[in-house]
């Protein structure tokens, strides 16, 4: 991740939680002194269409779908990972065991990214 921040976000409302830099929790961007709690991502819920929508793409049951906000452009994806790192379940202050048992227990009956996102806000979200 070569020094990035990774923010947990509250999969209902699209806004951020903890974050992590350096393994570290933080509460403030380390270059800019803003708080980086409590940010509300632009267009929410286009961006989990997006993720959503890359399930399609990819085939994987499991992924990491990585948004950045840049300051001219607002939220862009910047990558996806088969295997994404750990520490977002920090940010997120919550594991994955549990939610990927229910998305295992349920997937067969969610069709298309409407239905997935319906799921993750209904069960995932604070």
Known sequence: HQGAIGAGVDIGTGRTLAAVWYNEVI???????????GVVIPNWLRLLALAS?????TGLGYQGVD???????????????ARPGLNIQIANHAGLYHRLRQVEQNHAKLEGARSRIAFAIRHFGA
């Open 27 to 37: 509460e403030d961007h380390p270059d800019t002194g803003n708080a980086v709690r």
């Open 53 to 57: 929508q890359c399930y399609e793409l």
């Open 67 to 81: 948004f950045v906000l840049d300051r001219d452009r607002g939220p862009l994806m910047l990558e996806l990972n």
